[in-house]
């Protein structure tokens, strides 16, 4: 009888664990949705279903060097306008646990909040995803640029935002329709992007990180994300997400800011500090529309010895002869780059950028064929405010003395989530924007 007992209650058990496994289901204002683990499978609005349920659980408790912690079986809540969903880890609660929080926003849209634990530490981030996407549809990601992914291009990519993952959303475009994703996300916190072509469709895999260094986190909030359909083609989500941008983080036109001359601009020539070569070039194109942008200008040579920006000699006289022609000079400077062998570093060492991962300095090596001797450079965060002050100060240091009218700031989109931590308050995305507003502020006239 007890040998019976025991049988009969593993079956409930192993039932049990069954039936808490399929998909829970939600219904937020008019879309009706199907959960797996962390995982949108089902999104059903405007009388369409948008996704294809591929059986697969792509959220996660991330953990860096110590392996993903996957999710056991969830349950549902009500607060208020919300509709909660939490699912602990697959090994247990005490290991941790992924809550999101659903709501109705606009049309066919949800609102998707969340937080999560690891009692353990080492809390990277969370991760949440949606699948599949039709395979026939294109994947449009503002990043690198500009991406679009379809059946014949590469099966995975990944980027983090704001480095390669250049805004935070993405869209999955049909014919004449489509779904899109964003992050109301003010408080600019490090998330990533992934994108996963199968033979099912496509799968989106979304990771709100925590600030480096993880070892001591238990705790992530995920932000706030919104998942929407639209009629139409990719400008209609990106001009809501511009829209809401302009609003909530301080865009302003380009036109409102630095000289007016650089509205007039239409050519941008790369050149050596080359006197005869303007002559030539003003034969050629209206100078007074152009900029002529040289990297090679320093007496040290292409990203040697940073911060040190004296030029060669006769630099002011080229700078000279190109605004009597008529031209714009701009010259090639780095916002990060600090060189191992320039005084400075001894300083600056300190604030020199620690990968999250690996624990190691990051470094700019020349990747071509050997120089002699090597470039290299640290990379130094700028959310040091000595740091912020010293680039400032050699900066008008070079409009000053040789009356250039615009700056390259090389490498600005290298942003890491700083294994030093926040400095000063500050991650490396808030220190690079406190570098470009402290330049616009004392160089007003500068492109």
């Known amino acids: 009888m007890c040998q019976g007992g025991r049988e009969m209650h593993a079956i409930v058990l192993w039932i049990g664990v069954v039936l808490l496994q399929q998909p829970l289901s939600v219904t937020v204002g008019g879309v009706d949705l199907e959960w797996r683990a962390g995982t949108i499978t089902g999104f059903h609005a405007g009388g369409r279903q948008w996704l294809k349920d591929p059986g697969v659980d792509l959220g996660a408790i991330v953990r860096a060097g110590a392996g993903d912690l996957a999710l056991g079986p969830g349950t549902l809540a009500t607060e208020g306008e919300w509709t909660v969903l939490s699912w602990p880890a697959a090994e247990g609660r005490d290991r941790g646990r992924l809550t999101l929080r659903v709501k109705a926003g606009g049309p066919n849209e949800i609102i998707l909040e969340g937080d999560g634990d690891c009692p353990d ?101 995920l932000g706030r994300w919104h998942v929407a359909t639209f009629e139409g083609d990719w400008r209609v989500p990106a001009r809501r997400y511009l829209d809401w941008a302009r609003t909530n983080r301080d865009l302003q036109p380009l036109e409102e800011h630095g000289p007016a001359w650089v509205k007039n601009i239409r050519c941008v020539a790369i050149c050596q500090p080359d006197t005869e070569f303007l002559e030539a070039l003003a034969r050629r194109v209206d100078a007074s529309q152009t900029l002529l942008y040289v990297p090679n200008w320093r007496r040290d040579g292409y990203d040697r010895n940073y911060p040190d920006y004296t030029a060669i000699d006769g630099f002011g006289d080229f700078v000279e002869a190109a605004h009597r022609l008529g031209f714009r000079v701009m010259v090639h400077v780095n916002y990060f780059g600090c060189d191992p062998k320039n005084p400075e570093y001894a300083r600056f060492e300190k604030y020199q950028v620690v990968d999250p991962y690996s624990g190691e300095k990051q470094w700019w090596v020349y990747p071509f064929p050997p120089e002699e001797p090597d470039i290299k450079f640290a990379y130094i965060n700028p959310a040091a405010a000595e740091w912020r002050s010293l680039i400032v100060e050699r900066f008008r240091e070079v409009v000053t003395h040789y009356r250039v009218d615009a700056l390259h700031l090389d490498q600005t989109l290298c942003i890491f989530n700083d294994r030093n931590g926040l400095i000063g308050g500050m991650s490396m995305i808030e220190g690079n924007l406190a570098l470009h507003r402290a330049l616009r502020e004392a160089l007003p006239d500068v492109a």
Do not use: Y
């Not at 980027?159 to 999955?172: K, S």
């Open 121 to 221: 530490g080492g809390l990277t981030g969370l991760r949440w995803g949606l699948a599949s996407l039709p395979a026939d549809w294109k994947i449009l990601v503002p990043g690198n640029s500009g991406l679009a992914f379809d059946a014949t291009g590469p099966t995975d990519w990944g980027g983090t935002w704001p480095m390669n993952w250049e805004v935070q959303f993405v869209v999955a475009q049909g014919p004449g329709h489509g779904l899109w994703v964003w992050a109301e996300d003010a408080a600019n916190r490090f998330k990533s992007l992934r994108v996963q072509r199968r033979a099912d469709g496509w799968r989106l895999l979304f990771t709100a990180e925590n600030f480096a260094p993880w070892t001591e986190k238990k705790e992530c909030e």
